[in-house]
């Protein structure tokens, strides 16, 4: 199954949540497939880190869109980071996803960012009928009871169409900023966190079967 973890906007969190997902089911079954086609290359960068630290088990990564075509209806689990600086292999990623998993922050920017991405998977995917799985959560939800964007921004996620709204979140937590500058996943630096907790929650509902 082809995963893709995108959207429009920088500052998602997109690469830490792929970071994150690769470990947990390389931990797990013991193969994953992970792609960084965003130039900005963070998920390179911290799948290098976790290299030269040596920390097991080891990723790598790969680059080319014609790799990940090869992998198209195979029973591999492959997970690929997107950015919209290479616009090109972004569209040719959603036209080959099983599946699309898209971080939306809190905030209203965000949700009108959201709604452009669904339509740029329509048109590239040809039309409602042909989208593949689209799937949507808060990240980097706010903490404070009292902040009320988070619960504003989830109920407008709720609303759009043609994506499906998960019913958790990623909160905006330190621990997943530490974890991921040192090449860690955020069960591996903090087992039985708060965060950890969260990524595992995630994972398991996109992987039910594990």
């Not at 029973?75 to 959603?94: C, N, P, R």
């Not at 971080?103 to 329509?122: L, M």
């Not at 591996?188 to 708060?194: D, I, V, Y």
Request: with cysteine; glycine share 8%; charged share 25%.
């Amino acid at each position: 199954m082809i995963t893709v973890i995108g959207n429009l906007k920088g500052g998602t969190g997109k690469s830490t949540v792929a970071f994150n997902l690769a470990v947990w089911l390389k931990i797990q079954r013991g193969l994953v497939t992970l792609f960084d086609l965003d130039p900005q290359k963070t998920l390179s960068d911290v799948v290098d880190i976790r290299g030269e630290e040596g920390y097991e088990p080891n990723l790598e990564i790969l680059d080319d869109i014609g790799t990940l075509a090869s992998l198209k209806n195979t029973k591999s689990d492959v997970i690929v980071d997107v950015g919209t600086a290479d616009f090109e292999s972004m569209k040719q990623a959603l036209k080959l996803a099983d599946r699309i998993v898209t971080p939306v922050p809190p905030s209203q920017a965000d949700i009108w960012s959201t709604q452009r991405f669904i339509k740029i998977i329509r048109e590239e995917c040809g039309g409602n009928k042909k989208m593949p799985q689209v799937l949507g959560f808060i990240n980097r939800a706010d903490t404070h009871i009292g902040v009320r964007e988070t619960d504003e921004a989830e109920e407008a996620l709720g609303y759009l169409k043609n994506i499906e709204h998960l019913n958790l979140r990623l909160y905006q937590r330190t621990a997943y900023r530490r974890s991921f500058s040192e090449g860690l996943a955020v069960f591996e630096l903090q087992p039985g966190s708060k965060a950890s907790n969260e990524i595992i929650q995630l994972a398991q509902h996109l992987y039910p079967k594990i």
